[in-house]
């Protein structure tokens, strides 16, 4: 769901949403009707409701936040998790593999330190609304081609060897990362497409290999 | 095998996967005479991108990346071409071994291995339909035995008769030929690679600029008739990327040498990448392999 059905949401739990072209005909405006259509985007109201009640202390016990066995879950997976991505498969010391875990981290992945009650509320949100920006085609400029085989994300099993760059370096060096990929991908193709034309011309000097197409 | 790819008429589904990432795919191919296959690839997830060849033509749609088409006899990153030529191309650099049979996509295979015959490249594992000696489910994996990319088919038909969707091919439009740049130059830098596995052929060098990122680079496209690397030396002060390397279905390195940036890709294990850039050499000393 779109950040800005998010702020909407969250307009509409303080009070600040503008009804602004709302008339007879059509009670609501566009944005909070959809806003009332979106299954998801009613989850999300609902719970950052649940966020404020928590916070002002009015939850009854009615309501359904008993998470801890989620919370222990979630935290039992967490170490495993940082392990996984990180590969054996390069020789990485101690200080590599925590710059790789950095490296790994998606932008505006959020810190692990957090209390309880926030990783509670993470955990809910997260699945299905966020993903990783591993497709090259939406991470790359348009170009010429967008080679059939290319399509590798660079995201996984990367060790940076020196310290940690900023985000945007980050993204910037992904794209560079991407167009090497890319390029080699395009230069195959054309090294396969060199080599059938020579195949061809020494066909045309030699008549009997003649092609019927 | 490589017959089979060429000549059967066959409708396939089938998924490929590269580490986390899974494309389902639909394959139609058909023989249309002696000289001219057919095949068309439509991935179904994400942007509708197809893979249409006629013959030695190939053409490729995608709705976001551009379409082009290219003169080739085997849909580029799919199968390996190689696996559409006899074994015995390959051979010197991977031992073939059958071992035993296996039930796949529903029918007995026979379980191909090529194993490389040093430590320097991947392995790959083939499962071989036993009666019409097509490809049902191949597997790329590192020395250790870590699986990097799958390709498995998931049903497949076989026909009398070329694929319907095959037979209506004539209106659709073919997207432009994909050329090389026109004026092309001799690599510039005087770091050259020295050293390259047993096997590995130059198939291309020249000097450009990378069309992303408009860096003048010098690269190289080496071959051993499976897999392919490619060797971009750039100025290391232009280009600014950590040393970094990782290992996946493509792997890639970035390395300094010299106040060069040397970035090695390709579908080789990371220790293979980084003794390729550590054994170039400054100069035109030393011939080329």
């Known amino acids: 769901m779109s950040d800005r059905l998010k702020q909407n949401a969250s307009a509409l739990l303080d009070s600040h949403f503008e009804d602004t072209d709302a008339d007879e005909v059509h009670p609501f405006n566009a944005d909070l009707s959809a806003l009332l259509d979106d299954e998801q985007a009613r989850a999300v109201w609902y719970r950052y409701a649940l966020v404020g009640q928590v916070m002002r202390q009015e939850v009854t016990g009615t309501q359904p936040i008993d998470i801890s066995a989620q919370v222990a879950a979630r935290i039992a997976q967490e170490p495993q998790a940082a392990n996984s991505v990180v590969m054996p498969s390069v020789q990485a010391g101690g200080a590599l593999t925590r710059a790789a875990a950095r490296w790994l981290k998606p932008a505006g992945s959020i810190a692990i330190a957090a209390s309880v009650a926030v990783v509670a509320v993470l955990s809910v949100q997260q699945p299905g609304l966020e993903t990783l920006p591993d497709n090259p085609a939406a991470t790359t400029p348009t170009i010429v081609t967008n080679p059939f085989g290319g399509r590798n994300p660079v995201s996984y099993n990367t060790v940076v060897e020196t310290p940690a760059p900023t985000e945007a370096e980050i993204a910037q060096q992904r794209q560079l990362l991407q167009s090497y990929l890319l390029d080699h991908q395009r230069q195959l193709q054309l090294s396969l497409q060199a080599e059938m034309e020579q195949q061809d011309n020494a066909a045309e000097v030699d008549p009997i290999d003649h092609q019927n197409d | ?289």
Do not use: C
């Open chain 2, 1 to 289: 095998m490589a017959l089979a790819l060429r000549q059967l008429n066959f409708k396939a589904t089938l998924v490929q996967s590269q580490g986390q990432r899974i494309q389902p795919l639909i394959w139609f191919h058909g023989r249309y005479d002696h000289d001219t296959d057919l095949e068309l690839l439509i991935q179904l997830n994400g942007a509708d991108s197809r893979a249409l060849r006629i013959g030695d033509q190939t053409y490729y749609y995608s709705p976001v990346g551009g379409s082009y088409s290219l003169q080739t006899n085997v849909t580029a990153g799919f199968i390996p071409p190689a696996f559409y030529e006899p074994f015995a191309h390959i051979s010197q650099h991977y031992q073939v071994i059958a071992s035993g049979g296996m039930r796949v996509t529903g029918r007995p295979a026979q379980y191909l291995r090529l194993v490389s015959r040093d430590k320097f490249r991947y392995h790959y594992d083939l499962w071989v339909d036993r009666e019409s000696a097509m490809l049902l489910k191949l597997q790329m994996m590192t020395p250790q035995g870590e699986v990097l990319e799958q390709l498995q088919l998931t049903s497949i038909e076989f026909t009398d008769h070329i694929p319907a969707q095959l037979t209506e091919l004539e209106a659709i439009q073919r997207p432009p030929r994909l050329y090389e740049a026109s004026q092309l130059e001799a690599p510039h830098f005087n770091l050259r690679p020295n050293w390259l596995p047993e096997g590995f052929e130059l198939r291309r060098a020249q000097h450009r600029r990378l069309y992303d990122t408009q860096l003048p680079t010098d690269h190289y496209l080496f071959s051993d008739g499976l897999t392919d690397v490619s060797i971009y030396i750039t100025e290391r002060r232009q280009q600014g990327l950590p040393e970094l390397a990782f290992q996946g279905a493509e792997s890639l390195i970035n390395t300094s040498i010299d106040g060069f940036a040397v970035t090695v890709v390709g579908k080789l294990p990371v220790a293979t990448l980084h003794q390729i850039a550590e054994r170039m050499v400054l100069d035109s000393q030393g011939p080329m392999r």
